[in-house]
């Protein structure tokens, strides 16, 4: 691991520390300074020359701020003539502008992806992209990660008779049958509409929910209108007792305070691909340091990324738990 650098940004300086002691290296300092016009200075203060460099910043608010630090530290570690750079981004903000579905508007997770690489990424480690295409935007190879294995452990530790896992939408639902896989238990999803950015409508819920404890995986969670329609919806089927598991628990907005003491949720479970947010002791974030450390490693000396998660590949799911219309 000698010949492996790791920075990091102001995104989460906490992952890139656990994700160093799992790798038993130092994280390497970085000096960032903000002149009076608003622009920003990078200095990698550690010796890039010939090394393999992994740089830590998922883009979470103020998202703008966090993607213009990683931009310049990717093209400071280019010009310290590092051996290789791998942009290490937990969360990739702009995975959900994956599509055109409106006149004259941006690809903002290809642009961004374009962005990286010219700034100097050969290399992208990411999480629980909102999209699949989106890894498809990268001209580099890119290492997509999964947590619901890790999610999975958590709730082996707990009783699943008459249990469900439920996917909020049908977009999801392929990782939601192979969460469910993982787990021994059938699956449902809703049937989802979004009409804005923080208002989406849940028409019905495919699958049989009565009468059953209900475990609700999302990819990501922001002003949480969706998870508040679905909680709505199993109510009125009948499910009597949710729990509710994501991998990016961003909670921006008023999310905390309409989602922490909703009477029919009884835990909330995220990862900490992002920072957990401020007042909700209650919250149960999962580390994924171990699964990107390892992932680190595995790039470093030539190893398969992929087979680390064998068994627990969203793309698989066998048949006696397809849903119809997957």
């Not at 520390?17 to 790798?23: A, D, G, K, S, V």
């Amino acid at each position: 691991m000698r010949d492996i650098v790791v920075f990091s940004g102001n995104a989460h300086p906490q992952l890139a520390r656990r994700i160093c002691e799992q790798l038993g290296v130092e994280l390497s300092p970085t000096s960032m300074v903000r002149f009076s016009n608003d622009c920003l200075q990078v200095q990698l203060q550690a010796n890039c020359r010939q090394r393999d460099v992994y740089i830590v910043q998922p883009l979470v608010p103020p998202t703008q701020d966090h993607l213009m630090e990683l931009l310049l530290m990717l093209d400071a570690a280019r010009g310290a003539s590092a051996a290789q750079i791998t942009a290490v981004i937990p969360h990739y903000a702009y995975a959900r502008s994956d599509k055109k579905d409106a006149s004259r508007i941006s690809f903002g997770g290809r642009l961004v992806a374009d962005l990286l690489t010219t700034a100097g990424a050969r290399r992208v480690i990411t999480m629980a992209l909102h999209a699949p295409q989106v890894h498809g935007f990268f001209s580099v190879p890119v290492d997509h990660l999964t947590a619901i294995g890790e999610l999975a452990d958590h709730f082996r530790g707990t009783d699943l008779t008459n249990t469900v896992v439920v996917s909020p939408d049908l977009g999801n639902a392929k990782t939601a049958n192979q969460f469910a896989r993982l787990l021994g238990v059938p699956v449902a999803a809703g049937s989802k509409q979004r009409q804005a950015d923080d208002k989406v409508v849940i028409e019905a819920i495919v699958g049989d929910v009565a009468g059953k404890r209900a475990i609700v995986l999302d990819d990501e969670i922001a002003t949480g209108g969706s998870i508040l329609e679905l909680l709505d919806r199993l109510a009125e089927a009948g499910s009597p007792e949710v729990s509710v598991a994501c991998t990016h628990g961003l909670f921006s907005g008023r999310a905390v305070e309409r989602l922490r003491n909703h009477p029919a949720v009884r835990e909330w479970v995220t990862t900490d691909t992002v920072p957990a947010p401020a007042g909700w002791p209650e919250l149960r974030v999962r580390s994924v340091s171990n699964l990107f450390a390892e992932a680190i490693r595995r790039s470093h000396v030539g190893e398969s990324v992929s087979s680390l998660f064998d068994g627990v590949d969203p793309s698989y799911a066998p048949p006696q738990l397809r849903l119809p219309f997957i």
